[in-house]
């Protein structure tokens, strides 16, 4: 079966320093996700990326963040100066033309 | 309304029994919505959807219900089994946007 796979599992860095996540959406799809779950909290939305361009994005989804598809494959997240309330897993995911939205394994991102 | 911090409601069932989990959507524009399961350390996993032009939809061992006049809505698990124990998070979307409106989770525990 298909699915969304997502490098790095586990990144430890230091505050101020930049981060790249980074995701392969299943083949077919044509939407690209990222939310993040801070440890015992909800799944928030960050951004959904459509046509090589930004569609959506949610209020946590400042200046520090972009996204990008670099080729035919890879859906990347970067932060640009990662602050301590980043730490988070970061769930990349992809769809098709509908809303029904699949899931990486995630990637732990821990900022000291 | 919110739900942070690390506590989440808990559902204690035997296994073979059947389970009823619910969520209060947030959104009455709201006309899409889907259960996920999350197990410790794994993403977020498709279980059923639900369209708001429908009030159940039956799967494998699934059943949703959806009530959009108390904003409702139940997942419903037939015969219980250990594998089915994790999270399970509702969520909801509309039409024309992409992102995904997380609940807050219920535990599924399940006793053998």
């Known amino acids: 079966e298909p699915e969304v796979t997502q490098t790095p599992s586990h990144q430890v860095t230091q505050m101020g320093q930049e981060v790249i996540l980074r995701c392969v959406p299943i083949?077919?799809?044509?939407?690209f996700y990222w939310y993040r779950q801070i440890l015992g909290q909800k799944v928030e939305f960050l951004v959904s990326?459509?046509?090589?361009?930004?569609?959506?994005k949610s209020e946590i989804f400042d200046d520090q963040f972009s996204v990008e598809r670099p080729d035919g494959s890879n859906f990347t997240l970067k932060i640009r100066s990662t602050k301590l309330e980043d730490s988070a897993m970061y769930f990349c995911?992809?769809?098709?033309?509908?809303?029904?939205?699949?899931f990486g394994e995630g990637s732990r991102l821990t900022v000291l | 309304g919110e739900s942070v911090g690390l506590h989440l409601p808990t559902l204690s069932v035997q296994e073979g029994d059947n389970s009823i989990i619910n969520c209060a959507y947030s959104?009455?524009?709201?006309?899409?919505f889907i259960w996920y399961k999350q197990e410790s350390g794994k993403g977020p996993q498709f279980i059923i959807d639900?369209?708001?032009?429908?009030d159940k939809r039956q799967g494998q061992r699934v059943t949703v219900l959806l009530n959009k006049t108390v904003k409702h809505l139940s997942l419903q698990i037939a015969a219980t089994q250990p594998g089915d124990s994790a999270v399970y998070f509702c969520?909801?979307?509309?039409?024309?946007?992409?992102?995904?409106?997380f609940g807050s989770g219920t535990r599924l525990q399940v006793q053998p």
């Open positions: 639900i369209r708001s032009n429908m």
């Open positions: 083949s077919n799809h044509l939407y």
């Open positions: 969520a909801e979307n509309i039409t024309g946007r992409r992102a995904l409106t």
């Open positions: 995911a992809s769809s098709g033309s509908s809303i029904k939205v699949f």
């Open positions: 990326f459509y046509n090589n361009e930004i569609s959506e």
């Open positions: 959104n009455s524009a709201s006309d899409y």
